[in-house]
T-cell receptor, first 115, second 114 residues
Framework: DVKVTQSSRYLVKRTGEKVFLECVQD?????MFWYRQDPGLGLRLIYF???????EKGDIPEGYSVSREKKERFSLILESASTNQTSMYLC??????????????FGPGTRLTVL | GENVEQHPSTLSVQEGDSAVIKCTYS??????FPWYKQELGKGPQLIID?????GEKKDQRIAVTLNKTAKHFSLHITETQPEDSAVYFC?????????????FGKGTHLIIQP
């Protein structure tokens, strides 16, 4: 089974802190994604990556950056955390196929609270 | 970009009855429509998907229909059971040949009443 793990289930940080959220997948997937989930807003794509060192902006990249130095690891970085970044963060991965689209596998999420 | 509308936001049905969740999308170039189920404390998990060259797909008690002309698709769950209680998300994807993120609806909280 594909497993996507996230470094923390719960995280509490202070305004202005630099925050790192780590995601690791064990199935050699090319694609990795970061979403945030907020009540009434569903899941919104922050960034995605289709290869090592490659990254693409999603719908809401402002205030975030990402890093993909190894194929299995995709990090989300909040350079200076703000209270409006309090949210549930979900990481996902998928296998890229040029002909068909493939299932995205999600991690359990990290609930980040910024005080 | 793509915009996905999902209704209703909350749906309560009696155990054994059917549940229907509806979604509309804006980009006629979207060609892949998955449905995800999210149980409490877990990440979303794919339950069924449909591609634009198919009008209907069924998997046991779950079915999805797609109307490309009207740009809407629906999830149908028959003979609902307590374990169907969860938040369901529809999504749409337009791929330009690389990897693109899904555009999700806002979710439907399905409650199965015993």
């Amino acid at each position: 089974d594909v497993k996507v793990t996230q470094s923390s289930r719960y995280l509490v940080k202070r305004t202005g802190e630099k925050v790192f959220l780590e995601c690791v997948q064990d199935m050699d997937h090319e694609n990795m994604f970061w979403y945030r989930q907020d009540p009434g807003l569903g899941l919104r794509l922050i960034y995605f990556s289709y290869d090592v060192k490659m990254k693409e902006k999603g719908d809401i990249p402002e205030g975030y950056s990402v890093s993909r130095e190894k194929k299995e690891r995709f990090s989300l970085i909040l350079e200076s955390a703000s209270t409006n970044q309090t949210s549930m963060y979900l990481c996902a991965s998928s296998l890229w196929d040029s002909i068909s689209y493939n299932e995205q596998f999600f991690g359990p999420g990290t609930r980040l609270t910024v005080l | 970009g793509e915009n996905v509308e999902q209704h209703p936001s909350t749906l309560s049905v009696q155990e054994g009855d059917s549940a229907v969740i509806k979604c509309t999308y804006s980009d006629s170039a979207s060609n892949y429509f998955p449905w995800y189920k999210q149980e409490l404390g877990k990440g979303p998990q794919l339950i069924i998907d449909i591609r634009s060259n198919v009008g209907e797909k069924k998997d046991q008690r779950i079915a999805v229909t797609l109307n490309k002309t009207a740009k809407h698709f629906s999830l149908h769950i028959t003979e609902t059971q307590p374990e169907d209680s969860a938040v369901y998300f529809c999504a749409a994807l337009y791929s330009g040949g690389g990897a693109d993120g899904l555009t999700f609806g806002k979710g439907t909280h399905l409650i199965i009443q015993p």
